[in-house]
């Protein structure tokens, strides 16, 4: 499927924002992800949900796994890494034994892993941190060696735990590696700015550590909010929390947050999973919804 984020470049003040994809998913079904799925209540939300965001039986999610790539006051950032190649997840057939052109369309994007400065990650699972590292003569290595990758530190707590589980082996090839190179930076559970265009916001629930990241440039703002929100049915139905969310009082606190942020900055936000384009703005008396894709 061919996507017009892939190809779409967004701008936030000095800014420049590009999607790089790893896949395109459409094998979920919503009534099996959102609990409170009502497909009549979707069909009267006025998104244009189908083909973009749903199959034409009205319940098949088309959900996205991609990174952002931000260039900005000549530094190259990659928040989150998508799934990775190559990888053992035996746990999810969609994530397991990939082999994707990320590399290539990061490449084609106008940047080679040796340039990305920072890779900022909004939490540490499977689809978030995949291609932090690539395999070479059988051992994983940072895909970006010269970056600083920096996240959670309550995340690497929770994920860095000694059980065999399908989270430690994600965390055994696509962030002990990391940790091993000293390419860590770790944010504690309250947030903080990172540097003059990178906050990181504490959004728990989908997972404990999980945070949103905030991009501010000459004025401009946006939210890069991880999995604050799977699908763009939530954007109508913030309370509808996905069966991902870990913890469903807090999901539901974090996505209230997230928006009202968004709202309140006159923000874009990006989404992690949102697909064709990814990116919403919010536009009050702009048609049936507030909300409007660009």
């Not at 499927?1 to 967004?10: H, Q």
Request: aromatic residues 10%; contains cysteine.
């Amino acid at each position: 499927m061919k996507l017009r984020s892939e190809v779409a470049v967004y701008r936030v003040g000095d800014a420049s924002i590009t999607r790089i994809t790893d896949r395109v998913l459409d094998t979920l079904v919503a009534p099996n992800i959102f609990p409170d799925w009502s497909s009549d209540a979707v069909r009267a939300m006025g998104l244009g949900m189908i083909p973009e965001h749903l199959g034409e039986d009205g319940e098949r999610l088309i959900m996205s796994v991609h990174s952002w790539l931000v260039r900005v006051a000549g530094k190259t950032v990659l928040i989150d890494t998508g799934i990775g190649n190559g990888k053992s997840r035996p746990f999810n057939p969609v994530f397991h034994d990939l082999n994707t052109n990320y590399l290539g369309r990061l490449a084609h994007a106008g940047v080679s892993t040796a340039e990305v400065d920072l890779v900022l990650l909004t939490h540490l699972h499977v689809d978030h941190v995949g291609w932090n590292t690539v395999l070479a003569d059988g051992e994983w290595i940072p895909t970006f060696p010269n970056a600083r990758y920096v996240y959670s530190q309550m995340e690497e707590d929770f994920y860095a735990t000694p059980e065999s589980s399908s989270r430690r082996m994600v965390f055994d090839d696509s962030v002990s590696p990391l940790i091993g190179a000293g390419l860590v930076e770790r944010i504690g559970q309250d947030g903080r700015q990172y540097d003059e265009h990178f906050t990181f916001y504490p959004t728990p629930g989908h997972s404990v550590g999980h945070m949103s990241i905030g991009l501010a440039s000459a004025g401009e703002h946006a939210l890069f909010g991880g999995d604050v929100m799977h699908h763009p049915v939530q954007l109508t139905f913030p309370e509808w929390n996905s069966g991902f969310c870990g913890d469903a009082v807090t999901s539901r606190r974090s996505r209230a947050w997230a928006l009202d942020h968004v709202v309140g900055r006159n923000a874009l936000y990006f989404s992690s999973h949102f697909a064709d384009t990814s990116v919403v703005r919010y536009a009050q008396g702009a048609g049936t919804s507030p909300w409007s894709f660009i």
